[in-house]
Nanobody, 123 residues
Framework: VQLQALGGGLVQAGGSLRLSCVVS????????IGWFRQAPGKEREGVSC????????YYTDSVKGRFTISRDYASNTLYLQMTSLKPEDTAVYYC?????????????????WGQGTQVTVSS
């Protein structure tokens, strides 16, 4: 199982980025998959997740209305469209998959993790 997060970078406040997570070793049809982030000196936090059917999505309050999670079954890829970025969104962003249980943005519920991609938002 491999998850590869891509698309991070440096952006000014108010800007946008789209993160991608290419998944191999399992198909998104059967897994809840989500985005998480960890800022320096802080614990990893859940940002958003989408359930196996794609019918349910969850967002942490601080990103609601600004971030959108989506998935493409054909390419087995997860996306996170981030708009109106703020300096407090600066973190390493990770994607992860969960094979049992309901959708959650609690990081402890995830079994498979990719390496992170750095997102830096300048003020």
């Amino acid at each position: 199982v491999q998850l590869q997060a891509l698309g991070g970078g440096l952006v000014q406040a108010g800007g946008s980025l789209r993160l991608s997570c290419v998944v191999s070793g399992f198909t998104l049809n059967y897994y809840t998959i989500g985005w998480f982030r960890q800022a320096p000196g802080k614990e990893r936090e859940g940002v958003s997740c989408i359930n196996s059917s794609g019918g349910l999505t969850y967002y942490t309050d601080s990103v609601k209305g600004r971030f959108t999670i989506s998935r493409d079954y054909a390419s087995n890829t997860l996306y996170l469209q981030m708009t109106s970025l703020k300096p407090e969104d600066t973190a390493v962003y990770y994607c992860a998959g969960r094979d049992l249980g309901s959708a959650t943005i609690n990081p402890s519920g995830y079994d498979y993790w990719g390496q992170g991609t750095q997102v830096t938002v300048s003020s």
